[in-house]
């Protein structure tokens, strides 16, 4: 099946995930077994039995999550073609891991460092961030610069839908920019509960630390386009790849033109999102409507694709 590849990004952590993939089908054991491998660390039973609060930091979510997006994908990649793929924050070293550009082992020891650096330059800075809806993201991006300081930085993060975003930056300029955005007529500004200002210039401090852990990796040109968050544009070589994944700690996730760049891609083939949770199919269908979807994270849901595809 011809379909485009999105793998999830943070957030989408929660305990028991993956676990009935591995008691199911040894394909997904493996690499359970294999990323606990790769990091000498019991990732998986973190990921199954908890507890939740150890889950849920930074440098232990982004691996748990990569981990279960490619555990689907070894089950079901006999049954996809991918055309084109796509994912949100972390989820876009899972998608080169799906298209050949990017070793397994390698991209869990990365995105590993990656929550460790975006950690400490949490702690060495703190910040926050916080969803802004009914608002479109550009008129949300216009506020934040306007309000924006040296010392009280905002900015939009994260275009995840026509009328969600999420900005991020110093307490101070946060809930500045909540002001200005309530008064301009958003709908609603929900703080998140984050360990940092994740896609924001507070994250410059991890940028030279991951270049390094990306320069020390082999990365190889993807078999089929990937849609870069930094850029909203499809990616063919290992050099771009490299280069846009350390901007990506700090640019905006533009998921709202990734999506319309890989509808693109797609000429009409459907969307299969893998890992946790189906957060990424239900933002599609509001970007590009009549988009063909399907979330593929559960043994009942890879089993349901697995006996009758997208019927």
């Given at each position: 099946?011809?379909?485009?590849?999105?793998?999830?990004?943070?957030?989408?952590?929660?305990?028991?995930?993956?676990?009935?993939?591995?008691?199911?089908?040894?394909?997904?054991?493996?690499?359970?077994?294999?990323?606990?491998?790769?990091?000498?660390?019991?990732?998986?039973?973190?990921?199954?039995?908890?507890?939740?609060?150890?889950?849920?930091?930074?440098?232990?979510?982004?691996?748990?999550?990569?981990?279960?997006?490619?555990?689907?994908?070894?089950?079901?990649?006999?049954?996809?073609?991918?055309?084109?793929?796509?994912?949100?924050?972390?989820?876009?070293?899972?998608?080169?891991?799906?298209?050949?550009?990017?070793?397994?082992?390698?991209?869990?020891?990365?995105?590993?460092?990656?929550?460790?650096?975006?950690?400490?330059?949490?702690?060495?800075?703190?910040?926050?961030?916080?969803?802004?809806?009914?608002?479109?993201?550009?008129?949300?991006?216009?506020?934040?610069?306007?309000?924006?300081?040296?010392?009280?930085?905002?900015?939009?993060?994260?275009?995840?839908?026509?009328?969600?975003?999420?900005?991020?930056?110093?307490?101070?300029?946060?809930?500045?920019?909540?002001?200005?955005?309530?008064?301009?007529?958003?709908?609603?500004?929900?703080?998140?509960?984050?360990?940092?200002?994740?896609?924001?210039?507070?994250?410059?401090?991890?940028?030279?630390?991951?270049?390094a852990a990306l320069d020390a990796v082999a990365l190889a040109d993807p078999a089929a386009p990937?849609?870069?968050?930094?850029?909203?544009?499809?990616?063919?070589?290992?050099?771009?790849?490299?280069?846009?994944?350390?901007?990506?700690?700090?640019?905006?996730?533009?998921?709202?033109?990734?999506?319309?760049?890989?509808?693109?891609?797609?000429?009409?083939?459907?969307?299969?999102?893998?890992?946790?949770?189906?957060?990424?199919?239900?933002?599609?269908?509001?970007?590009?409507?009549?988009?063909?979807?399907?979330?593929?994270?559960?043994?009942?849901?890879?089993?349901?694709?697995?006996?009758?595809?997208?019927?």
């Amino acid at each position: 099946m011809k379909a485009v590849v999105l793998c999830p990004g943070q957030g989408a952590q929660r305990v028991g995930m993956g676990q009935d993939l591995a008691e199911r089908y040894p394909a997904a054991r493996a690499v359970f077994a294999q990323a606990d491998a790769a990091l000498d660390y019991p990732l998986s039973r973190l990921m199954w039995d908890g507890p939740e609060a150890d889950l849920t930091l930074t440098h232990n979510a982004q691996p748990a999550i990569l981990v279960h997006s490619l555990a689907v994908h070894a089950v079901v990649r006999e049954r996809l073609d991918a055309v084109a793929a796509a994912g949100h924050s972390l989820g876009e070293y899972a998608a080169y891991v799906a298209v050949g550009a990017l070793d397994f082992a390698d991209a869990v020891r990365l995105v590993r460092r990656r929550g460790e650096l975006m950690l400490e330059a949490g702690e060495r800075r703190p910040g926050t961030m916080a969803a802004v809806i009914g608002m479109e993201g550009e008129r949300v991006a216009e506020i934040c610069a306007t309000v924006s300081t040296g010392d009280a930085v905002v900015v939009a993060a994260n275009l995840n839908a026509p009328d969600q975003t999420v900005i991020s930056g110093d307490p101070e300029g946060v809930e500045r920019a909540g002001r200005a955005l309530r008064e301009a007529g958003a709908r609603r500004v929900l703080p998140l509960k984050v360990s940092g200002a994740f896609h924001s210039p507070l994250m410059a401090p991890a940028q030279d630390g991951l270049t390094a852990a990306l320069d020390a990796v082999a990365l190889a040109d993807p078999a089929a386009p990937v849609i870069a968050n930094a850029s909203a544009e499809p990616v063919r070589d290992a050099r771009r790849a490299r280069r846009l994944l350390a901007e990506q700690l700090t640019a905006p996730v533009r998921w709202v033109a990734s999506m319309r760049c890989a509808a693109a891609l797609a000429d009409g083939a459907p969307f299969v999102e893998l890992g946790p949770g189906n957060v990424l199919a239900g933002l599609l269908k509001r970007i590009v409507p009549g988009a063909v979807a399907v979330s593929l994270g559960t043994e009942a849901e890879v089993d349901a694709f697995l006996t009758r595809g997208l019927a």
